[in-house]
């Protein structure tokens, strides 16, 4: 070999231990990566109103919750129920509301029950997809750990181990509202969400008799009831919402 040639260093192939290191190390680093990206920071209040409902979660086993749209209501809710889930705190995750549409309608949806559910769902089911990732929600629903319980499915049902949350609330019947609060077995936390000014109903509603049982026999159930200050959402929801329950200005005389 010429004098100027340089020599190739030669790599020792790696033994079977320093293998095995190689690959724990790239195993941690990719688990580390996963990690990492599936937390999500705490659940953290917005007003003092948020942290009021926030605490009621922590410390009881049924909350029924109220007020205008864009407070954070159902946000909050599915996104506490994800955090339970996700640390294995709860088995299931139950999703239901009375069939009543807000409005005119579209006519019916093809599909099954629960497809047919799925459009009413939607804002709660995007909140749990942002706080599971989309990967983790579709295999917990596709193995009904999350479930979509429609009121015709819910009689005669027990739910046990689950976060259950009942969306409109309002518009349940006094019928309805006693079938569902006695669908609710042991280690359930139950959120009941609904604002009593937004009924579609043409009967009395089942929210405002649960309210009144409450009073009545001073049954243990907090309720957190948001206002028009509370509307987090943006600033134009807050104006839109508090210019439709302003009341008219007086004519000129």
Same mark, same amino acid.
């Given at each position: 070999?010429?004098?100027?040639?340089?020599?190739?260093?030669?790599?020792?192939?790696?033994?079977?231990?320093?293998?095995t290191?190689?690959?724990?190390?790239a195993?941690?680093?990719?688990?580390?990566?996963?990690e990492?990206?599936?937390t999500?920071?705490?659940l953290?209040?917005?007003?003092?109103?948020?942290a009021?409902?926030?605490?009621?979660?922590?410390h009881?086993?049924?909350?029924?919750?109220?007020?205008p749209?864009?407070?954070?209501?159902?946000?909050?809710a599915?996104?506490?129920?994800?955090?339970?889930?996700?640390?294995?705190?709860?088995?299931?995750?139950?999703l239901?509301?009375?069939?009543?549409?807000? !409005?005119?309608?579209? /006519?019916?949806?093809p599909?099954t029950?629960?497809?047919?559910?799925?459009p009413?769902?939607a $804002? %709660? #089911? &995007?909140?749990?997809?942002?706080?599971l990732?989309?990967?983790?929600?579709?295999?917990?629903?596709?193995?009904?750990?999350?479930?979509?319980?429609?009121?015709?499915?819910?009689?005669?049902?027990?739910w046990?181990?689950?976060f259950?949350?009942l969306?409109?609330a309002?518009?349940?019947?006094?019928?309805?509202?006693?079938?569902?609060?006695?669908?609710?077995?042991?280690?359930?936390?139950?959120?009941?969400?609904?604002?009593?000014?937004?009924?579609?109903? !043409?009967?009395?509603? /089942?929210?405002?008799k649960?309210?009144?049982?409450?009073?009545?026999?001073?049954?243990?159930? $907090? %309720? #957190? &009831?948001f206002?028009?200050?509370?509307?987090?959402?943006?600033?134009?929801?807050?104006?839109?919402?508090?210019?439709?329950e302003?009341?008219?200005?007086?004519?000129?005389?």
């Amino acid at each position: 070999m010429p004098k100027h040639a340089s020599k190739r260093s030669v790599r020792k192939p790696r033994t079977e231990s320093e293998e095995t290191v190689v690959s724990f190390k790239a195993h941690k680093f990719e688990r580390d990566k996963f990690e990492r990206e599936r937390t999500k920071p705490p659940l953290a209040p917005l007003n003092r109103k948020q942290a009021e409902y926030i605490h009621a979660l922590r410390h009881n086993p049924q909350v029924l919750v109220m007020g205008p749209a864009g407070t954070g209501k159902t946000w909050i809710a599915a996104t506490y129920a994800a955090d339970l889930y996700r640390k294995g705190a709860i088995s299931k995750i139950i999703l239901t509301r009375p069939n009543v549409p807000c !409005g005119r309608t579209l /006519g019916f949806f093809p599909g099954t029950l629960e497809e047919k559910f799925q459009p009413w769902a939607a $804002p %709660i #089911v &995007e909140a749990l997809q942002e706080r599971l990732g989309k990967g983790v929600y579709d295999i917990a629903f596709k193995r009904g750990d999350i479930e979509m319980a429609p009121f015709e499915v819910a009689r005669g049902r027990s739910w046990k181990n689950a976060f259950v949350l009942l969306d409109e609330a309002q518009n349940t019947t006094v019928g309805e509202i006693k079938m569902f609060l006695t669908r609710i077995g042991e280690g359930c936390l139950t959120v009941i969400n609904g604002d009593v000014g937004q009924s579609d109903l !043409g009967e009395a509603s /089942g929210l405002s008799k649960m309210i009144d049982l409450i009073g009545l026999h001073g049954l243990p159930v $907090p %309720i #957190v &009831e948001f206002t028009l200050d509370d509307i987090v959402r943006s600033d134009l929801c807050a104006m839109w919402a508090r210019a439709f329950e302003a009341p008219a200005p007086l004519a000129a005389e």
